[in-house]
Nanobody, 125 residues
Framework: EGQVVESGGGSVQSGGSLRLSCAASGFTHSLYCMAWFRQAPGKEREGVAGVDRGGAPFYADSVKGRFTISRDNAANTLVLQMNMLKPDDSAMYYC???????????????????WGQGTQITVSS
């Protein structure tokens, strides 16, 4: 149906900041839950942050207080502002969207239908 494209990855030193963007286009039905996931080598893909249309954001405990997720419903865009980055934040970051609300499953990757290709974040110590 639609397309999801991330941008904004890169390399930064520990303590630095990066901003990821996600653009979802070509969808004929409204997108509800939009989220960021990440996957480091040898680890499972995990939810980082998610947000519903007009709803409160959700965060993984590991990023609370450092990352901020926001969205523009009209433009179908999603942003992840990442501050105070740590080496453990290094991973491939993916944007995921779906037509259902986040509910209790915002961080369950199997509930997402559409994924971006991913963008790499590397944090050096």
């Amino acid at each position: 149906e639609g397309q999801v494209v991330e941008s904004g990855g890169g390399s930064v030193q520990s303590g630095g900041s990066l901003r990821l963007s996600c653009a979802a286009s070509g969808f004929t039905h409204s997108l509800y839950c939009m989220a960021w996931f990440r996957q480091a080598p040898g680890k499972e893909r995990e939810g980082v942050a998610g947000v519903d249309r007009g709803g409160a954001p959700f965060y993984a405990d590991s990023v609370k207080g450092r990352f901020t997720i926001s969205r523009d419903n009209a433009a179908n865009t999603l942003v992840l502002q990442m501050n105070m980055l740590k080496p453990d934040d290094s991973a491939m970051y993916y944007c995921a969207v779906r037509h259902t609300s986040c509910s209790d499953s915002w961080n369950q990757r199997l509930y997402y239908t559409y994924w971006g290709q991913g963008t790499q974040i590397t944090v050096s110590s």
